[in-house]
């Protein structure tokens, strides 16, 4: 049975939408989890509270481990405190962005390289925790056959560099793509071009794919992490698309 693509059909607006993939243990899962046993103290104590003395007399009723008001205003703290963190955590999270134009920015139908930016249009500084690529060529015998949940399936810029060079594809030439290691930072910025230009192709570079989807994971400042995926092979401007279609009717083997 074919599995699902990592990319989109052309018109599926929702794919690679950003997600929160993980809290923070120190600033999330401990708080829920103090909140959960406080609340259990809790209603342990209220139905102490509402049992005779000869009965607290037995185990394990007889265990007390904080008062009844005294949870309660430790519970309703906590609570309070978890909810302005979900606040701040909203306030704080950042917007990963995507974009493609060409060298003047005008979308000219015969511009020969097409560039690819990320941008964070959020209020802070976040940092990469992952980037990754997921490529098809064109006339690859397993396109569209590739589980998009399977970690395999999404390659390092070192594997992805390997197969382009196999399709003939030159570095530097006709493509580019920048190194984005772990932990480097991706500052806010107001419009695109004010982010990171990561990548760029020629038509003949473009040409060659079939798919070419990228996938950042981000940690904000409160330690959650978020991730986008970006289809640009789907995302491609329309000039773009007829020029690569007259590539292909003038190189058939591209």
Do not use: C
């Amino acid at each position: 049975m074919a599995k699902t693509s990592p990319s989109p059909q052309a018109g599926d607006d929702e794919f690679g939408a950003q997600r929160t993939i993980r809290r923070s243990r120190l600033f999330f899962v401990f708080p829920v989890i103090a909140i959960a046993i406080f609340a259990f103290n809790l209603i342990w104590e209220v139905v102490r509270h509402n049992m005779d003395q000869k009965s607290l007399t037995s185990w394990p009723f007889r265990f007390s481990m904080v008062d009844t008001s005294t949870t309660a205003n430790i519970l309703v703290l906590a609570t309070g405190l978890l909810i302005a963190r979900l606040q701040y955590a909203r306030v704080l999270r950042p917007v990963i962005g995507f974009s493609i134009d060409d060298a003047d920015g005008l979308f000219k139908p015969d511009s020969d390289q097409w560039r690819f930016w990320l941008f964070n249009a959020g209020p802070g500084t976040v940092v990469v925790e992952r980037f990754e690529y997921y490529v098809e060529f064109k006339g690859d015998e397993d396109a569209g056959r590739l589980d998009m949940n399977d970690s395999r399936s999404w390659v390092p810029l070192a594997v992805v560099n390997d197969q382009l060079r196999s399709r003939g594809l030159k570095d530097g030439e006709d493509y580019f793509l920048r190194w984005n290691t772990k932990g480097a930072p991706v500052p806010p910025a107001s419009s695109y071009k004010e982010g990171g230009r990561f990548a760029w192709f020629t038509i003949r570079g473009l040409a060659e794919l079939e798919r070419f989807d990228v996938r950042i994971q981000v940690m904000d400042g409160l330690g959650d992490i978020h991730e986008r995926t970006f289809p640009f092979m789907h995302r491609l401007p329309s000039v773009t698309e007829d020029a690569i279609k007259a590539f292909r009717t003038r190189n058939p083997r591209a």
